[in-house]
Antibody
Framework: EVQLVESGGGLVQPGGSLRLSCAAS????????MSWVRQAPGKGLEWVSV???????YYADSVKGRFTISRHNSKNTLYLQMNSLRAEDTAVYYC?????????????WGQGTMVTVSS | QSVLTQPPSVSGAPGQRVTISCTGS?????????VHWYQQLPGTAPKLLIY???NRPSGVPDRFSGSKSGTSASLAITGLQAEDEADYYC?????????????FGTGTKVTVL
């Protein structure tokens, strides 16, 4: 079965760090474009970051310089290292596969992991 | 902030047809980038509903259809059912000098009366 399972969310103080993981099954992370998308409580979806199959990485301006996307090929897992966290980073974080065959639509989503930044 | 604008809410009785608009600009939809639509049921992750403006993934009922024209796109739901009550988001791509920029719409809540 093709699926994504996130983990690593939790409560962290402002200025703190957290690393999210996204374990994939049924397909190879390194062969796909993989993104992180977040959703603040009661708000809409916001793209956060993408890693291309070739390894290039890109970020939304709101997280640039603070977040780092990466992957571990042998573990077939995607990561998001979040540093210098702010209250406005509070959200459910989803990992998603960008399917090139679907005109770059996000066809597979994880269940999400909640990150709360608060003192 | 979202660069694609959707109506906050739409509603309809069971069996009716509703449409959701997604308005962009010349740097995203109007630049020729594809539009995708997602359905988010309460408390769940988004689910791909329409990709490439008008294509349905396997398993999505043909009650859902998408179209695109100029700087806008639309999602239509015909034969509205109670299970269609959810939030719907459009998504495209915005040209930027700093790299890829995936953009989402503001979201529309569909209520079945």
């Amino acid at each position: 079965e093709v699926q994504l399972v996130e983990s690593g969310g939790g409560l962290v103080q402002p200025g703190g760090s957290l690393r999210l993981s996204c374990a994939a099954s049924g397909f190879t992370v390194s062969s796909n474009y993989m993104s992180w998308v977040r959703q603040a409580p009661g708000k809409g979806l916001e793209w956060v970051s993408v890693i291309y199959s070739g390894g290039s990485t890109y970020y939304a301006d709101s997280v640039k310089g603070r977040f780092t996307i990466s992957r571990h090929n042998s573990k077939n897992t995607l990561y998001l290292q979040m540093n210098s966290l702010r209250a406005e980073d509070t959200a459910v974080y989803y990992c998603a596969r960008d399917n090139r065959s679907f005109y770059d639509a996000f066809d597979i989503w994880g269940q999400g992991t909640m990150v709360t930044v608060s003192s | 902030q979202s660069v694609l604008t959707q109506p906050p809410s739409v509603s309809g009785a069971p069996g009716q047809r509703v449409t959701i608009s997604c308005t962009g600009s010349s740097s995203n939809i109007g630049a020729g980038y594809d539009v995708h639509w997602y359905q988010q049921l309460p408390g769940t992750a988004p689910k791909l509903l329409i990709y490439g403006n008008s294509n349905r993934p396997s398993g999505v009922p043909d009650r859902f259809s998408g179209s695109k024209s100029g700087t806008s796109a639309s999602l239509a739901i015909t034969g509205l059912q109670a299970e269609d009550e959810a939030d719907y988001y459009c998504q495209s791509y915005d040209s930027s000098l700093s790299g890829p920029n995936y953009v989402f719409g503001t979201g529309t809540k569909v209520t079945v009366l």
